[in-house]
Every structure is written in structure tokens, then in C-alpha cells.
């Protein structure tokens, strides 16, 4: 990895990754891609896991041990798109994670955003933090849960996060 690489770049560019898995995997939208979806799954899980065990964690210290101001809602953005994923990926559980994804990697991305935060904050961890982020394992992703008490906890969760699922599907 260039050593001029920032955490900006790592986790904007993975961002675009993830979505083209997801492209690729709802190309067709009545007949979802299940092997392109589970790449998705374990390509989203694994990021959520990057930014909460690894950069979030390191802006945090570096910031005296405070969340950022973003974090909490960052988390809950996590929360609902981990419990979307549980569900099995029907045109409006899909729909829903397009639009949460989108208002959420703005958060992350726009000029003073979480990542420029976590950039200024960790600048002299950087490399150190690139090194972990390469090691980090995918994250192992369970079959769906097709029970209907799955969406009902999803749709809690999106709730929380500040989306509105069925407004959102209508």
C-alpha cells in the first residue's frame, strides 16, 4: 500500500466497490444476483466493521477519548443496514439500503465529514491504521432470516436510525 495513501482514499474507494457488487447483483431487479448480494453482505459487513472496531476507535482516542459528533448516527446507520442485511433481499429491503447507503457515505465523505475528521485526528496513526484495515478479516454472514419478526426488527432498526421503511417503499 503507497504510503501516501490517505484513510479518505481506503474507505471512499471501498465505498464505490461495495456498490458496484450491489449493482452488479440487482442488474436484474426481479431476479437478484444471490451470489453478487452475498459478496455485498460480507463486502458491507466487512467495512462496517473496519470503520467501528479500527478508525472510529482510533479518531476516538485521538480525540481525548470523546465520539465525534457523527458517531452516534453513524452507528445507527450500521445498525439498520446490518439488520436490512439479515433479510432477504426483496425489491423494498433493497430500496431501503440504496437510500440509507447514500446518506450515509455522504456523512462520511462530504468536505468535513467523518472521514476528514478521523483523517486530522489520527494523521500520525495513519499508516499504522492502513496496515490494520488490510489485515482485517470478512466478516462470516449467516443465510437469511426469512422469518417475518426479521424485517419487523429490521424496520425498528431503520426507525432509529432516522428512515422510515415504508415511506421509503411506497
Partial sequence: MPQDKTLYDFFTEDHRRIEVILNEAIRD???VDLDRYHEFRVGLLTHIKMEEKILFVAAQKANGGEPLPLQPKLRLDHGALTSLLVCPPS?????????????HDILEEEEGGM??????????????????????????????????????????????AGFDFDALTD
Fill in 29 to 31: 431487479r426481479n431476479k
Fill in 91 to 103: 425489491q423494498d429491503v433493497i430500496n431501503v439500503i440504496e437510500y440509507i447507503l447514500e446518506k
Fill in 115 to 160: 472521514y476528514e475528521a478521523c483523517e486530522k485526528l489520527t494523521i500520525h496513526e495513519r499508516q499504522q491504521i492502513l496496515d490494520e484495515l488490510k489485515n482485517v478479516t470478512p466478516v462470516p454472514v449467516h443465510p437469511f432470516n426469512e422469518a417475518p419478526y426479521a424485517l419487523d426488527v429490521a424496520k425498528r432498526s431503520v426507525k432509529r
